[in-house]
T-cell receptor
C-alpha cells in the first residue's frame, strides 16, 4: 500500500536559519510527489511537485525539494526561514487511483526570533 | 482565475442530523476530490468526481456521499452525523492541462457535530 512518512511532528527553527523537512514514501511505481503548506484555519497551498525529470524541484516562497529514488525520499528545504513560514507542512504521494493523494501526518514548523 | 471555493466555511450540527457541503472548482477544472482532515486521522481521501461520475472512493461509510453537477460544482453529504464527523472538509480541483494530478485546495468547511 502507498504511504508517506513524515518523521518529525514538530520542528523549531530560528529565523534566518536553514530548514529541511523530511518525507519518505512507499509507492510501487514512479510516484508523483507533492509538498503542501497549511496555515492555521486555512486550506492547503501547493508548494511544489515532482512528476519526472530533474530531481531537484523549485517551488514557491523559496522552497525546493529533492527526489531521491534510492532513499524513497522527497525532502523539503529552504536556505533561510522567515517568520511567515510558520505553518504545517504536508508531503503527499499520488496517484493512487486517479486523483487520490495519500498524505503524511504533517510537520508543524515553528520559527523562533 | 478564482480559486476553489467552499461553502459554508463553518457549520455546527447535532448528532443524527445531516449536512451538505458545497465546492466550486477552479474554472475549467473537471475533477473534484474531497478530503477529511482531523487531528487524529490526518488527511483522508473521501472520493473523487470527474464529469459527474465518481471515479474513486476512500474507506468511509455509506453515510458519506457526493455528487457532481454538469458545471463541475460538487456537493458532499453526510447523513446521520456522529461526533467523530467533526472535521475540516477540504475540496480540491484539478483539470486537464493544469498538470496531471496537481490538486488545488479550497479553504475548507469546518464542521462541528455536537
Amino acid at each position: 500500500a502507498q504511504s508517506v512518512t513524515q518523521p518529525d511532528i514538530h520542528i523549531t527553527v530560528s529565523e534566518g536559519a536553514s530548514l529541511e523537512l523530511r518525507c519518505n514514501y512507499s509507492y510501487g511505481a514512479t510516484p508523483y510527489l507533492f509538498w503542501y503548506v497549511q496555515s492555521p484555519g486555512q486550506g492547503l497551498q501547493l508548494l511544489l511537485k515532482y512528476f519526472s525529470g530533474d530531481t531537484l524541484v523549485q517551488g514557491i516562497k523559496g522552497f525546493e525539494a529533492e527526489f531521491k529514488r534510492s532513499q524513497s525520499s522527497f525532502n523539503l528545504r529552504k536556505p533561510s526561514v522567515h517568520w511567515s513560514d510558520a505553518a504545517e507542512y504536508f508531503c503527499a504521494v499520488g496517484p493512487t487511483g486517479f486523483q487520490k493523494l495519500v498524505f503524511g501526518t504533517g510537520t508543524r514548523l515553528l520559527v523562533s526570533p | 482565475k478564482a480559486g476553489v471555493t467552499q461553502t459554508p466555511r463553518y457549520l455546527i450540527k447535532t448528532r443524527g442530523q445531516q449536512v451538505t457541503l458545497s465546492c466550486s472548482p477552479i474554472s475549467g477544472h473537471r475533477s473534484v476530490s474531497w478530503y477529511q482532515q482531523t487531528p487524529g486521522q490526518g488527511l483522508q481521501f473521501l472520493f473523487e468526481y470527474f464529469s459527474e461520475t465518481q471515479r474513486n472512493k476512500g474507506n468511509f461509510p455509506g453515510r458519506f456521499s457526493g455528487r457532481q453537477f454538469s458545471n463541475s460544482r460538487s456537493e458532499m453529504n453526510v447523513s446521520t452525523l456522529e461526533l467523530g464527523d467533526s472535521a475540516l472538509y477540504l475540496c480540491a480541483s484539478s483539470g486537464e492541462g493544469q498538470g496531471l494530478e496537481t490538486q488545488y485546495f479550497g479553504p475548507g468547511t469546518r464542521l462541528l457535530v455536537l
